[in-house]
């Protein structure tokens, strides 16, 4: 991974640490896009979207699948998403997208299937950057 990604999500880690993320995503929208969902709470047609099977291109590398992240955390999940998504404006493409954040979202969902409930917003921001810090785009 570049130097300069490399310090962009360290100061973005640092950022997780120490500010009020709460605050600074109070105006965020929820994220959808690259066949991935976030929101505070599901609905009928939400999870039926979740179990259509997900876009198709032949450049991907994981098995496409909609993920639908359903956490009371949505906004700084959303707010999160959106920074990684400038750290990583010059990596990703129209296939690798669906990759990425995928990637990202299985990650936090991992998570909240692991804490059941009982999830940290730090952690679970945390969680999400050091999956970010793994890939390789």
Do not use: C
């Amino acid at each position: 991974m570049d130097t300069n990604i490399q310090e962009m999500l360290n100061r973005l880690e640092e950022q997780v640490k120490s500010e009020d993320i709460s605050g600074k995503a109070a105006s965020t929208l929820d994220w959808a896009g690259a066949d991935v969902i976030i929101k505070k709470s599901t609905n009928p047609e939400l999870e039926e979207w979740a179990l259509k099977g997900g876009l198709v291109l032949g450049f991907q590398n994981k098995a496409p699948k909609r993920r639908l992240v359903i956490t009371k955390y949505s906004k700084e999940l959303s707010w999160l998403f959106e920074q990684l998504k400038h750290v990583f404006s010059h990596k990703i493409d129209y296939a690798s997208k669906y990759d990425f954040y995928g990637s990202l979202a299985e990650s936090a969902i991992n998570y909240l299937n692991t804490k059941e409930g009982d999830e940290d917003l730090r952690d679970l921001l945390l969680t999400v950057i050091a999956t970010a810090k793994g890939l390789v785009l």
